[in-house]
């Protein structure tokens, strides 16, 4: 059992570190669609990552934008314009988001719609720093999103005529991962990522279970929570003795002993109606599913794992062999993503 002071510290911790973009190396899109390692703050910036939920489209894309310049560069440092970037690139992502197709095979039509609108949510972000007088050190990737609902294997695919199509990057999305691809790899090319089995992570996390009064069985804690009904039923076992051996008590004596040991147990229930019982909370491992990548050797790609509500902080990317992968984070996708240029099967481990 934790007590409530340290439950109520680790909330805070929680709380405070969704907001703050903590120095660590990541990747993130630059110039020309390829990654880059993410700004370093020399101090805390809050990230309006709520923001990016509510981008369903175009208009609802720019809104964010403009919301997140007015609070990210408001500063005008260099770590808040570098974020601002990548919040708006996120957002020109969220606002091209298509289905990915059945199956797997991204045809140039397909690609042509997704990169119209996020050319066009680009050209509106440019516009938006530009009202706002801020330079970017390098220009807005415009990158495209698709989501699969494929929950086991996801083969994809890129004919050669993709490579007319105008944008940076692309991003398809499963429940278990996320591949981000530059252009310059998909012409004719195929890849396949694929949920592997639960691996533990080294990690527990604390979740609240019914509690007990005072380590007492459940039977135990519901006898003394009620024990008028045990005392009412003493009573009138006595009464039936006394009965048999000819004994008679008045007829109000056993009424009015229940009325008054109900109340009784009612007032001593009354502190647990009114105020909460302890808070139990219990250690569970933290599993998370591998990836198996299979992709072209001379192939590069941001894997992305969702950590599923685990403190973000806690966890990096290993690959087969147990080697730590270069990997941090994304508050902006809710994942931990790393760069590799090699396909195998990764997992996520406690730092």
Not at 83 to 108: C, K, Q, W
Not at 230 to 259: D, H, N
Not at 260 to 265: D, E, F, K, Q, S
Request: glycine share 8%; proline share 6%; hydrophobic share 50%.
């Amino acid at each position: 059992m934790i007590k409530r002071k340290s439950i109520f510290a680790i909330k805070i911790a929680l709380i405070l570190a969704t907001l703050i973009f903590v120095s660590s190396p990541a990747h993130a899109s630059s110039e020309n669609g390829r990654l880059d390692h993410w700004p370093t703050p020399s101090y805390p910036i809050y990230l309006p990552v709520d923001a990016l939920l509510g981008i369903e489209d175009e208009t609802s894309a720019i809104a964010a934008i403009s919301s997140a310049v007015a609070t990210l560069a408001e500063g005008f440092c260099e770590e808040a314009l570098a974020l601002t970037i990548l919040f708006s690139e996120h957002a020109i992502r969220s606002g091209s988001t298509l289905d990915a197709p059945a199956n797997g095979v991204f045809y140039a039509d397909m690609l042509n719609i997704s990169a119209q609108i996020a050319q066009s949510i680009t050209g509106g972000a440019q516009g938006i720093l530009d009202n706002a007088g801020v330079t970017p050190a390098r220009p807005i990737a415009t990158g495209l999103n698709f989501v699969s609902g494929e929950r086991g294997a996801l083969n994809i695919s890129f004919p050669h005529d993709v490579s007319g199509v105008a944008f940076d990057n692309i991003t398809i999305e499963t429940d278990f991962a996320s591949i981000t691809i530059n252009r310059e790899f998909i012409s004719g090319s195929a890849l396949r990522i694929e949920r592997g089995l639960p691996i533990a992570a080294g990690a527990h996390m604390y979740s609240q279970v019914p509690g007990t009064t005072n380590g007492l069985v459940p039977v135990l804690r519901f006898l003394l929570d009620y024990w008028a009904v045990a005392a009412f039923v003493l009573i009138m076992v006595v009464w039936g003795v006394l009965a048999s051996k000819g004994m008679k008590l008045r007829l109000w004596v056993v009424p009015v002993v229940a009325v008054i040991l109900i109340a009784a147990n009612i007032w001593t229930l009354r502190p647990q109606l009114e105020e909460p019982g302890d808070i139990v909370y219990a250690t569970a491992p933290v599993y998370f599913y591998s990836v198996i990548v299979e992709m072209p050797q001379d192939m590069s790609v941001v894997l992305g794992i969702p950590i599923g509500g685990a403190y973000p902080g806690m966890f990096v990317l290993h690959n087969e062999y147990g080697e730590l992968v270069h990997s941090r984070y994304n508050p902006f996708s809710g994942v931990v993503e790393a760069y590799i240029s090699a396909g195998g099967k990764f997992f996520l481990r406690e730092a």
